[in-house]
């Protein structure tokens, strides 16, 4: 009896302990399913959220936003993931998070200071604006001066870096002394958004990125012309200065090819307007100063001005590169009234015209 009795007891140890340790598997089981739940994303990546971290938060704090967010499931399972896998390191500033995002995947990406959102700047380049109007307007937007901008835009070195990067930029057409901003002609009109810290040169290559689109686009068609890509964007930038309608321009560019041909000089009021750059300050000086010493005044020299005068856009290039085809030698706008552009064929017609609507007579091509 005593030794039966000897067996029972060791049975009921060996079935206490195994129900203890089996209460201890399912203990720790289910801890470490909801830990591993717990980690899981609380959606499918649909919500999204732009989770902002202030400066000085603490971890806890950070925590709580994403749990406020519902960004996470657990704080205490995610605070142990943290401590666990040293991951509670994470940087002030803006993150673009969504529910299909783990906890690790979170605390991952907080923890990459170069996933920061910066805030963005936006700033809209109409077409013919001067590229030292360009850098008057990043001036008000970023913390650099325009004469800072316009220096590196002038600068040649540089302009050697970028054009290993921009293979339509050549040094040996873009390093003439005579160039009021060497860039001139390749800051491409758009709407852009820059980083608020953006610096002088990732501000440069956005609008040659967006400059060599237009190019890839309209190469061949260079190529074709006979004539160089800065010599496109100088009569581009002339034609778009001269026109209001994508009509005109190409009409305008085939009166110009015709003089070109012709070997007339190109008599544009509006070459006159760059050859006095800062000391332009009224149309009317671009009509009456037409003696201004200057390669960009093309009422004193032949053919095309040395370089473009603005930052021509879009239909102003495809205007110079499919004009429409025409006889007229001469054009101008009624100034005085609403604008309308006549062609003449002759100097006689031009002139009758030009009385006709009371505007000054120069002989010129407009």
Avoid at 21 to 38: D, M, N, Q, R, W
């Amino acid at each position: 009896m005593k030794k039966m009795r000897k067996v029972n007891k060791k049975r009921r140890a060996r079935r206490i302990f195994f129900l203890c340790f089996l209460v201890f598997l399912l203990i720790v089981g289910g801890t470490f399913g909801f830990y591993s739940y717990s980690l899981r994303p609380t959606g499918d990546g649909s919500k999204k959220v732009v989770f902002e971290i202030k400066e000085n938060a603490s971890f806890d704090q950070v925590v709580d936003e994403l749990k406020a967010d519902d960004l996470i499931h657990s704080k205490t399972m995610s605070k142990l993931y943290a401590k666990m896998n040293k991951q509670n390191s994470y940087y002030a500033g803006k993150f673009e998070l969504d529910n299909g995002m783990s906890t690790k995947d979170i605390l991952a990406y907080i923890g990459n200071p170069k996933n920061s959102k910066k805030e963005q700047v936006t700033l809209t380049v109409p077409e013919g604006k001067w590229a030292k109007e360009v850098a008057e307007a990043l001036a008000k937007k970023f913390p650099y001066k325009a004469s800072e901008i316009e220096k590196k835009w002038n600068d040649m070195a540089y302009i050697k870096k970028l054009s290993k990067d921009y293979t339509f930029l050549d040094p040996s057409v873009l390093n003439n002394s005579d160039y009021k901003i060497k860039l001139e002609g390749y800051l491409f009109p758009d709407t852009y958004s820059f980083n608020e810290d953006a610096s002088i040169d990732e501000i440069t290559r956005t609008f040659l990125n967006r400059f060599q689109e237009v190019y890839d686009e309209h190469k061949t068609e260079i190529k074709k012309s006979g004539y160089s890509l800065q010599e496109i964007l100088s009569l581009a930038s002339v034609v778009q200065f001269e026109s209001s309608t994508n009509a005109d321009m190409k009409k305008i560019a085939g009166v110009f090819y015709n003089r070109l041909n012709e070997g007339m000089k190109l008599d544009s009021s509006v070459t006159v307007c760059y050859a006095l750059y800062d000391e332009y300050e009224d149309p009317t000086d671009c009509e009456v100063k037409t003696d201004v010493d200057s390669p960009y005044n093309t009422y004193l020299h032949s053919g095309l001005p040395i370089g473009p005068i603005l930052n021509p856009g879009k239909q102003a290039i495809k205007a110079v590169l499919h004009p429409t085809k025409t006889d007229d030698l001469y054009f101008l706008a009624d100034i005085n009234g609403d604008g309308k552009v006549y062609y003449s064929k002759t100097l006689e017609e031009h002139e009758a015209k030009m009385k006709e609507l009371g505007l000054v007579l120069d002989g010129s091509a407009e």
